[in-house]
């Protein structure tokens, strides 16, 4: 990622206290003046400053004709609007509601705080819209917590946030993910082995990882992805496809003219195929292991599945179930793939942050031969850092976005119902104001003594925020904390290229091959 430099010496402790009292009297001088917004006469939305507004196509024009705008390059287009325009910009689209872009994280916290008992969400309109309108009625007129609102979707995610965020749920399965990770990291060791580095398509090896690993939870069984015989057609290959090809097409469909909602454009036509495609194979597997649960016997002594615990689950339909765990087989294989390519990444641009990892992991695990434990995890304390500080680095979720249901005043203006609020957490991530050194890779400031002074808890925000968090969350961290465990256990990542440059499919990605080179540490 350009502008991303290597770790620097951590700062005597007399400048950490300092850069602490700096940020803290900062932040807390930015809570008195959001207060004073607040409860002062507000302004009106008119006065949001942003590109400018035309009738009947509002900024759409601005924006086409803004050098820095493209539809895979959408991050940089909103980096560069708030540069120019400050913390609250305005922005409106023909057929969507006016939208405004904060990246202050006092009125994040109170903005999300003020919409908990009814986060609505701007959801995938066009996925919405396929699912309603399906001829054979699958969805049976509920689309799933991706795309539902209001009582529908607390129904739902009220019912299945116990199964899907409680650790001891989650770590049931750490034994398989680990043996995903372990099996992963011998495919690693053949390609490098074959070609001495990772090959162009390398993501697409970790995309077979991520399925494999989803996979695992939501249907119970393995898929055979690391098969390294598995043949181009199979069904994983063809899902791992699919899911390109779905969140590809989601950005034609999503950031344009939503001329759709009229007629079904050429690229929804291609949107709905896609996704009528992935769901006939996903379907299969669901009946596949659905089958497999009925056929065994009956016992006391063996722990529900996460699709049998949700089955059972008073107030849950089997549609409600296997639309969750169609989402999660969606959701869970482009996310969790680049988040942990940008961590390798930048382990591989600041050696010594490896290093001190690779300590850490060498320490925890010393000569255990076995599976990981939560006792493992619950040890990786700078591992976990270097997750959080590589996703607060190169994000693979720049926003995300709520709909108020009342008036509500933000940074001092009057916010009308019915309009977007989009946080741009990547945005404030890269702050200076609230991470100093903000441009460098440190996962240290994560720590518990906070070295670089105290972290506000909505500076940033991977998996989202409040009710509406990624109900997937838990899954996905203990997938990365196992897979970077494991490749710092065995090898030194290199990386001899250019720096990446980041492009938008929903998700944000490589626009570089990632050939990394893995060394043997033993």
Known sequence: MSGVRKCMVMS??????????????????HQVAAAEQRTSEPKPASEIPGPRSYPFIGTFFS???????ANNKIHIYFRKMVEEHGPIIKMEVPFNPPMVCITDPNEVEAFIRDTMDNPVRHVLESFKKIRQEDADNYFENKTGLLTENGQEWWRVRSRVQSSMLRVKEVV??????????????????SLQSQYGEMPSDFLNEMYKWALESVGSVALNRRLGCLDPNIAPDSEPIRM????????????????????WKLFPTPAFRKLRKTHQEFLKIADKNIRETEAALLAQEPSDDRELTLMEGLLLKPGLSRKDVVTLILDM??????????SLSFALYLLARHPEVQTRL????????????????????????????VVKESMRVIPSVMAFARILEKDRVISGYLIPKGWSVMIYSMQMGLDESLFPRANEFVPERWLRDRPLGPIHPYSTAPFGAGKRMCIGRRIAEQEMYTFLARVMQRFTVDYKYEDIELIFRLVLNSERPLKFSFTERR
Do not use: C
């Not at 602490?20 to 932040?27: N, W, Y």
């Not at 087989?329 to 680049?338: E, I, K, N, P, R």
């Open 240 to 259: 791992i496809k699919l899911v390109n090809e779905l969140f590809t097409s989601l950005v034609d469909v999503e950031i344009s003219l939503h001329i």
């Open 172 to 189: 049931a399965y750490l034994p398989v993910m680990d043996q995903i990770s372990l099996e992963f990291m011998d495919r690693i060791a």
């Open 358 to 385: 690779q300590e850490e992991v060498d320490t925890v695990l010393g000569d255990h031969k076995g599976p990981l434990t939560y006792q493992h995890l619950a040890k990786f304390h700078y591992l976990k850092a």
């Open 63 to 69: 924006m086409i004709l803004n050098k820095s705008f």
């Open 329 to 338: 087989l969606f959701a869970g294989v482009d996310t969790t793939s680049h």
């Open 12 to 29: 005597p402790a007399w400048r950490s206290l300092a850069l602490s009292r700096a940020f803290t009297t900062t932040a807390a001088s």
